[in-house]
């Protein structure tokens, strides 16, 4: 039997723990995955990012219990009986990297078969290789990325799966047919051959200022229509104003309203099948605001997924 360890004080919601991952009953479902392959061994900064995001989603608990949210006028589900599950974390094994990665995507794997949505809390940008890997049994996939940087090194000190390569790993993936970078800004650690070989692979990249002055209707107007969307959001392709707890915060980025009518907007066009949060730093954060962005963003994403039919029973 696959499960996970749940090790937190809170539940995210305060929702329902499930970590026997075989026999899942859940509409959507919260994992956290800490570990991905390192540059160095030592645990990162950002693996304590899933238990924090759990503790600070208190704030939110009303919003399971009729509360009335003004971002979408209304109560959550709206009367749909929607579940939600926490399966707690994937399992680290510090002397078998490749076995850590493994086990999140088979664990990812399994909350598909069971027809759930997986919301994944990352740790680092590494996660989203071994969650879109997951998903090799359910193409064709359009992943849509938010993130300041491009992530498209062949590698780094010889590691491949590091976090500065997913979405080259992403564009080798033969069930991913289109993949939108969104959020890109200020001097990254991309070099112009990677920009040529993410726009070569056919990926489409818009920088923060191309969100800021066309908006997200003209960014949504070329995003295929009735698709499988994965949304992989690194923190940092966020404005600091609403995210500050990264490891190197600039101005820029998606503001809240963007983010949410980018979010909020792919759950009309078609499916949203899964989602991953990666690289936010706890120790970082200010007032818990960057926890507070993730929970009210996530509120409004299943709020719109259930709105148009896409959850709930």
Known sequence: MLTTVFDAQRTFLDCEVATAIDTLDADVAFLGVPFGIPYALGQSATAGAPNYLRAESARFRNSLKGGWNFDFGGVLFDGLDVKLVDCGNVPGFPMDVRRTVDHATEIVGEILNCGAVPIVFGGDDAIPIPVVRAYRERGPLVVI???????????????????????????????????????????????????????????????????????????????????????????????????????????????????????????????????????????????????????????????????SGQIGR
């Not at 690194?234 to 979010?263: C, K, M, Q």
């Not at 792919?266 to 007032?287: S, T, Y």
């Open 145 to 307: 990325q938010v993130d300041q940087h491009l992530d498209f090194l062949r590698d780094r000190h010889g590691v491949t799966e590091g976090y500065s390569s997913p979405m080259r790993r992403i564009s080798e993936m033969p069930w991913v047919e289109a993949v939108f970078q969104v959020g890109q800004g200020g001097v990254g650690s991309a070099k112009a051959s990677d920009v040529a070989d993410a726009r070569a692979a056919g990926h489409r990249i818009y920088t923060d200022w191309d969100v800021h002055e066309r908006g997200i209707d003209a960014l949504l107007a070329e995003i295929p229509d009735g698709a499988d969307y994965f949304i992989t959001v690194d923190y940092d392709g966020l404005d600091p104003s609403i995210a500050p707890a990264v490891s190197n915060p600039e101005p820029g980025g998606l503001t809240f309203a963007e983010a949410r009518s980018l979010l909020c907007g792919l759950a009309v066009k078609g499916r949203v099948v899964g989602m991953d949060w990666a690289e936010l730093v706890p120790n970082h954060d200010i007032h818990a605001l960057t926890a507070c962005t993730t929970g009210r963003l996530i509120l409004n994403l299943l709020h719109a997924m259930a709105v």
